[in-house]
């Protein structure tokens, strides 16, 4: 059985760094990108269960690269995550299509649970 993979965007370097150590431990196939732009290119040549993005990355506006992922055949689950504290919406006032929030900080083990639930609904 192959592991899930999971994409991480983050222009954080700690938190990537955290975060992919944190996956690695619980068993999925990890990929760290430190913003849209990259993560664009990446995902035309790799396919993932599951992209988490920081709301605010650098260089490519994360709505962008969540709208890319809705466009897919296979789409991925997507999390957000986020300081943000009030209601997230895409800018044409819709919702956004995500499967979850990560509000920060946030606790590992409850975005495990997150990821978890959306992997294991695919």
Not at 3 to 20: A, Q, S, Y
Not at 35 to 54: P, Q, T
Not at 61 to 85: A, E, F, H, M
Request: proline fraction near 3%; charge should be positive; aromatic fraction near 8%.
């Amino acid at each position: 059985m192959q592991k899930p993979k999971i994409m991480v965007i983050d222009g954080e370097k700690e938190r990537r760094d955290v975060l992919h150590i944190f996956f690695s431990r619980e068993g999925y196939k990890v990929k760290v990108v430190d913003n849209g732009s990259v993560a664009k290119k990446v995902l035309r040549k790799e396919r993932f269960d599951l992209v988490l993005c920081d709301w605010a990355a650098p260089e490519v506006y994360n709505y962008d690269v969540i709208q890319n992922l809705n466009k897919l055949k296979k789409r991925p689950g997507i999390g957000i995550i986020t300081c943000w504290s009030g209601k997230i919406m895409s800018i044409n006032n819709g919702d956004l299509d995500v499967d979850f929030i990560a509000r920060k900080p946030f606790d590992l083990s409850h975005l495990l649970k997150q990821i978890r639930e959306v992997i294991k609904a695919e």
